[in-house]
DNA sequence: CATGAATGAGATTTCATTCAT
DNA sequence: TATGAATGAAATCTCATTCAT
C-alpha cells in the first residue's frame, strides 16, 4: 500500500517463451528484487511484473514460490563459483584473485550481495535453501582458509598465527569491504587495489626492524 | 456494537500484569523471535503465543507493529551503547575493551547479532527504525576509526595503512568472529583473547626483525 | 485511525459521580458523537473519552452499548415531546407552534436532528431503538394530521385536498427547513417566521382573486 | 511463501465471470445491503455472501472497500441523474416530470431512495464519496429551484412567496411521498397523480374567490 | 465507583496457489 | 503457454465486553 505506484512497467518481453527460456528469467527478477526491495516484496504479484507476465504464470514455471527462490539462490552459487581462482600458484595471489573476483562480482550484480549476505534468506528459502546457501559459504571458507594455510607453509604469513582466526580477518574485511564499496554510490570508495594491499601487508607483517 | 450479538465471551483467565511490564516483555520476545525465526515470523500471532497473552493484546501495549519493532530495536540500541567503553587509556586498549565488551553482549544476548546484521531489518522497521539502527551502527564506525587513527598517531598501527580499510578490517573481524563464537555451539570456538590477540598482532605488525 | 490526533480532551469531570449523574452524561454524549462523528465513531472508547472516564466505566451505568444508544434516543424523545403545544387554540396555530418549537429545538440541539432523521439509526438502534423512534415519529405525524383535519374543517385549509398528501408537504417541509437551518453555518438561512409565512399561505390558498 | 504451508486447498467451484460484468454486479450488491441491512452491515463478507463469492474476490475487483461503496454511489448518480426531464416545456410541467420520474425510480429501486437521503453515508463514503453525492444532491436542488422561478417569472406561482423556501417545500414533500410510498407495504398509497394533484394546487394557490 | 488489562469476534486486506478458458 | 477469476489462510488491527484490583 505504501509504495502503490510503481510505473515501471517492463518493456513487455515477448508473450509466450518456453519454459527453459522463463525460468532464468524469473530467477533473475527474483533477485532484482530481493536486492531492491527485499525478501518481504519478493510476492508472485511482483515478480510477474517485474517479468512482464502474469503472477499466475509463475506458477506453470515453478512449482511454487520456494523453488523460484532455490533457484534464485542457484543462480548466485553458479555466479560465486565462478569467482574461485584456479588452484595454482602462490596461495596469497590465490587470495587475492578471489578477493578481487569476488568484489568485482559484487559490482556487476549487487543482487547477489544481499542473498550472499542476507543471514535472513536462510529463512525465505526454507531449509533445503538455507543448505545450498550454507554449502556455499563454507565452500568460500574452505578456499580462504586453505589459501592461509598455505601461505602459513610457505612463510607469507606468520604460522604464529591462528589460522581459524585469520580467516575470520579476511572473511569479515571481504564482506566489510564489498559493503562498503558496493550499493550505489559508497561514501568512501576504495579500489580492489587499495583494499588488498592493506590486507596482504597485514597478513604478511607490517613492521620493518 | 455493530450488530449486537454477544456470542460466549471466555473467563478471560491468565496473569494480569501492567503494561510497564508488559512492554519489555514484548519487545524482549518481539528480539527473540527475530533472532530464532526471523523477521518473516514477527506476527502479532508469534509474539503473542511468546508472551502468553491474545494476540490482540499486543495492541493494548503497543499502537501497531512497528511500535514493537522499534521497541527492540532501541533495546538494542541501549544493549550496544552499554559496550562503548571510556574514552580514556590507550587506543587499542579502548578497542580491545569495545572487542571484548560486544562479544560477550553477543554471547548474552545472541538475538542482538542477528538484529545488528540483519541488513533487511530496516524494511520491517520501517524508516524510522532503520534511521536508528544507521545510527548506531554509524557510532561503531566512529569509535573504532576514532580509535585507529589515534593509534597510528601513537605510532601502535602503522601510519602507512588507509585508515578507512583498516576500519573495515576490525569491523568485520568482529563481526565474523561474533557470527563464528555466537549461537548455540560454534564449531571452532576461540577466545576473545585468542582472537583480540591475532588481531592486535596484524594491526601493530607482525614480522620480527 | 485516519484522524488519530483528538487533542479534545475534556476538562475531566470529577471523579466517582453517581450512576444517577453519570448515566445522563453518558447518553447526552453518545447523543453528541452520533451528531458530530457519524453512528460509525460511537464506540465505548470514544464515548469514555468525551466524558471523561475509562472505556469499562461505560459498563457499570449501562449494561451494554445498545442500552447507550436507547438512553440517547429517550433523550431525544424526551426533548421532541416537549415541542407539542398544548392541544387549544387554533389548528394552524398550534401546528406553527410545533413548526417553531422544533426549529428552535434543532438550533439548540443540532445532536437531535441527526437522530430524529437518521432512517439508519434504526439499525445502530437495534429494535427496540427503532420501535421507539417510529413511535416518536407516528406522534408528530398525528399531531400534524390532526392539526391539518380540524384546519379543513374550520375551513382555514381547503377541504378539497387529500388529508395525508397535506401531511406529507408539512413534515417534509419541517424536515427540509431543519436540515438546511440547522447546522453550522446556513448557506440560505431565514427565520422560522419566513418559513412558516409561506407554509401557511400555500395551506390556506394564496391566490388571491 | 513466507511460511511454505500449504494445507488442504478446496477446488474452487463455482462460477467465473469477467470483472466487466462482476464490478457491476457487487456494486448492486453494495446498493442492496445499503438499503436493507444499513452501513454497518457492509461489509466484505456480506457482500461475497451477496454476490455469491468469497469476500477475498471482493478485492480482484475493487480495489478496497472504499471504492466498492463509490461505486455504489455512482450506480445511483446515473440512475438519478437520468430523472431529471428535458429542459423545454412548462416549468411546472417539468417539476412535475421530475416528480414522477423520482417517485418511479424509487419504486423500482428502493435502495437508492436510502442512499439519497442517508446523511450518514458521508461517513461510510469517504470525503470523495461525499463529495459526488452532494453533487448529486445539489444538482437537484438547482433544477427544482430553476423550475419555480420560471414559474413565478411566468404567473404560475405567486412571486410573492420565497424562491428558497418553496424549494423546500417541494423537496421536502418529494423525500417524504418518496418515503412513504416506497417501501414493502406503504401504510397510506398514493399515485404519483395525487401527490403531484395536491403539490400543484397548493404552489398555484388554492383560494377561489 | 473506577480502571487497566485481557480477550474473542470480526473487519480489511494480502498472498500463494488452483483452475477453467 | 498464458491468464484472469477465485479462494483459504493468515496478518493487522478494532471493538464490545469481562474481570481483578
Chains 1, 2, 3, 4 share one sequence.
Do not use: N
Not at 51 to 58: E, F, K, P, Q, R
Not at 64 to 88: G, K
Not at 148 to 158: F, N
Not at 173 to 199: D, F, H, K, M, N
Amino acid at each position: 500500500m505504501r509504495d502503490m505506484k510503481r510505473p515501471t512497467r517492463k518493456p513487455a518481453a515477448p508473450r509466450r517463451q518456453r519454459t527453459e527460456d522463463r525460468r532464468p528469467q524469473i530467477a533473475d527478477a527474483a533477485l532484482r528484487i530481493l536486492a531492491s526491495k527485499g525478501a518481504g516484496h519478493l510476492t508472485a504479484a511482483e515478480l510477474g511484473r517485474e517479468v512482464g507476465i502474469a503472477d499466475s504464470t509463475i506458477f506453470r514455471h515453478y512449482r511454487d514460490m520456494e523453488e523460484v527462490v532455490l533457484a534464485a539462490i542457484d543462480r548466485v552459487r553458479v555466479l560465486l563459483d565462478e569467482t574461485f581462482p584456479p588452484a595454482d600458484g602462490r596461495p596469497l595471489d590465490r587470495l587475492r584473485a578471489l578477493f578481487f573476483a569476488r568484489l568485482a562480482l559484487m559490482h556487476q550484480h549487487p543482487e547477489v550481495l544481499r542473498l550472499a549476505t542476507s543471514d535472513r534468506l536462510e529463512q525465505v528459502a526454507g531449509p533445503e535453501g538455507a543448505r545450498r546457501l550454507r554449502e556455499t559459504i563454507q565452500q568460500s571458507r574452505r578456499f580462504i582458509d586453505a589459501c592461509l594455510r598455505e601461505a602459513q607453509v610457505e612463510g607469507d604469513v606468520p604460522a604464529s598465527l591462528d589460522l581459524t582466526i585469520l580467516g575470520w580477518v579476511v572473511r569479515g574485511t571481504l564482506q566489510v569491504a564489498v559493503a562498503s564499496t558496493a550499493g550505489p554510490r559508497p561514501a568512501e570508495p576504495r579500489t580492489p587495489e587499495e583494499i588488498w594491499a592493506v590486507l596482504e601487508k597485514l597478513l604478511r607483517g607490517t613492521r620493518t626492524p
